[in-house]
DNA sequence: GATTCAGTCAAACGTCTGTTTGAATTTTAC
DNA sequence: GTAAAATTCAAACAGACGTTTGACTGAATC
């Protein structure tokens, strides 16, 4: 009691900084990263124009600033929440639905705190996967690089009897589901048209999305060969109109 | 014989227009909408900047062109497979492998006619759909319509035992993971990383994930009570730090 | 009290944007 | 062969873009 208290930082400057970022966030989510000007974000802001190249150096730059000041929290907590599921269970390998849980609830918690961005961060981070823009795409392969392959050695361990390549793609296709679930403006006009009354809505879209994901991993190998099994021969034999 | 040949369109100026197309095509699957200027396309055409304007009055229209082009005929075909699939097993309901047949196969011939836009239209659909700009999602929704209520109707037949909101969950998981797939950078990077030496590419592709979404289709309905379940358990159990 | 230094500010930088104009050219029609 | 219509072209439009500059502020340091 008594002692100095600090608001966040340094008690004026990244009063800015923070300014800024929010509004990043929000107008960044609602347009894209090309759409979005710095005259936008800084008249939002209530910021001077070169406040931006001051506190991040460009555009690029906050943009980075805008995804790490929530993902990399996030990431980290969903390793240590796997690890926590793995000693607890250990020696049993995890389940899916576990290690599922892992990725989903640190997402969840997000989603779910306005003050840390809420379900607007987690559209925008659905917005980049699917950018086109070689910074983003480099930014975000490093940033869940290792997220990526410790979740990929928990599944590989929970489905032991998928090939490592299937597994691959399995996992691409959980990402795009995924990521389109958290990007998609249709999301919102989904839970508005279809949930209303439902208290959690962030909770059961993602609540709907794991029993559909789990299925997708735990199914039956792709009939790769040529004239076999239903989906593959309905592919093969109407080839040619 | 003899008769006269008609290359295309009118002989001369759809030359300028198809040049047009097929740059923009290539260029806004490069960079997305936004970041491909229209000095870029026409340099690329080799074609006068105000052709665009003449030909299509302005850069949104020249997006919308680009993408009917391939996404109207394609559409087109979907609906009259699916309508001779159901023809064919009448009265029966259809499948979901079927149902998602009637979705892939023209989606599997458009990608493998380079002549016609091939995988690199399918990668500029897919990002569309994550596109934030207004108008793309408008023209998407009015594009869509009809088809996915057909599909959606179908799907219904097939799993009659799952309720309405669910189903129109799992089609919108099933569009995500689509899109995800058909737009990704990765997806490309992916097969030259994890295929290699196999002959049709997007064909092997989209045969594994169909049964990765069949089996999403098919699973199981999602715990929605409080504590239920090893999934809904985990959930809500972990919700608090 | 002078000096330093992080922060803010208005103004301008050069460049690029989508779009328009009006004359020049080519193609079509009679 | 000539009139009309369709297309191409170079040039310019006004405005927005990300970025930089240099003067100005206010509090901290010595």
Redesign the interface.
């Known amino acids: 009691m008594g002692g100095k208290v600090i608001p966040f930082e340094t008690p004026k400057s990244s009063a800015t900084q923070g300014r800024i970022l929010d509004a990043a966030e929000a107008l960044f989510m609602?347009?894209?990263f090309?759409?979005t000007s710095l005259r936008q974000i800084t008249t939002a802001a209530n910021v001077n124009l070169a406040a931006v190249h001051y506190h991040f150096g460009s555009k690029e730059d906050l943009f980075e600033a805008v995804l790490t000041r929530r993902l990399d929290p996030m990431n980290q907590e969903r390793l240590a929440?796997l690890t926590r599921f793995e000693h607890e269970w250990a020696p049993k390998p995890l389940?899916c639905?576990?290690i599922?849980?892992a990725m989903?609830?640190p997402a969840?918690?997000l989603a779910r705190d306005p003050e840390r961005g809420g379900k607007n961060f987690l559209r925008l981070l659905?917005?980049a996967?699917?950018?086109?823009?070689p910074f983003i795409?480099h930014f975000l392969s490093d940033q869940y690089a290792v997220v990526i392959a410790r979740f990929k050695a928990a599944f590989g361990r929970a489905l032991p009897q998928l090939p490592k390549?299937?597994l691959?793609?399995?996992l691409?296709?959980?990402?795009?589901?995924?990521?389109?679930?958290l990007?998609?403006?249709?999301?919102l006009k989904?839970i508005a048209a279809?949930?209303r009354g439902e208290t959690a809505n962030d909770?059961?879209?993602?609540?709907?999305?794991?029993?559909?994901?789990?299925?997708?991993?735990?199914?039956?190998?792709?009939?790769?060969s040529e004239l076999d099994g239903?989906?593959?021969a309905?592919?093969l034999t109407?080839?040619e109109r």
Chains 1, 2 share one sequence.
């Open positions: 609602e347009h894209g090309e759409a929440l389940s639905e576990k599922l849980a989903f609830i969840l918690k659905g917005r996967y699917a950018d086109p823009a795409r390549k299937e691959s793609w399995r691409h296709f959980v990402m795009g589901a995924l990521s389109f679930t990007a998609g403006t249709d999301a989904l279809l949930s909770e059961m879209l993602l609540r709907r999305l794991a029993p559909f994901l789990i299925a997708g991993l735990k199914a039956p190998l792709p009939d790769l239903e989906a593959a309905a592919f109407q080839q």
